[in-house]
């Protein structure tokens, strides 16, 4: 009987375990050279999104250089044990460009400027342009993760926005805690 009991306590603890574990999941790395913070999606279920946001000038042991997306992207994924999947990087000069919308005309340093400068591209936005999106976005998304996306938020999405906690110190931003 002790055998028996031995063996169900083993079976309950291998069944357990997983429920209890938090899986990371893999995340969408999103930044600008303009913008003032870097976005990481990560798709909760298929109506919930939620979205990790962190300082661009962020000092992880090195400056983040939003230029060089591949390192910055590297950088984070190594300090804070995250897996990126996928990336986009945004040019939004060339947004500037081609629909008329000035940069300097919005406050890019809040979300409300932000989503104000996109709505204000989205009014503006033409077939072509989503024909030619390559001159806009840079990106390693699929077709398929396109799709998936345009899924979703053809119904009601809900949206977490979490901030990193950080310090500000002389323009650097040092983060208060490494955890996401």
Not at 33 to 53: M, R
Not at 120 to 130: G, L, P, Q
């Amino acid at each position: 009987m002790k055998k028996y009991c031995m063996i169900i306590l083993c079976c309950l603890m291998l069944f357990l375990t997983p429920v209890h574990a938090r899986m990371k999941k893999d995340l969408i790395y999103i930044t600008s050279k303009d913008l003032p913070y870097i976005y990481l999606i990560e798709k909760a279920n298929s109506n919930h999104l939620n979205v990790f946001i962190l300082p661009s000038n962020l000092y992880l042991n090195t400056f983040l250089k939003q230029s060089d997306v591949a390192s910055a992207r590297k950088l984070i994924e190594e300090t804070f044990h995250l897996s990126t999947s996928k990336y986009v990087s945004i040019d939004m000069n060339a947004i500037d460009q081609d629909f008329h919308i000035k940069k300097k005309d919005y406050n890019l340093s809040t979300m409300d400027g932000i989503t104000a400068y996109f709505m204000d591209a989205k009014k503006e936005i033409t077939i072509s342009d989503i024909l030619n999106y390559q001159r806009y976005i840079d990106s390693d998304l699929s077709f398929s993760d396109d799709y998936e996306f345009y899924k979703m938020f053809s119904h009601k999405v809900t949206i977490d926005y979490i901030y990193l906690p950080y310090m500000q110190v002389d323009g650097i931003s040092i983060p208060l805690t490494l955890d996401i």
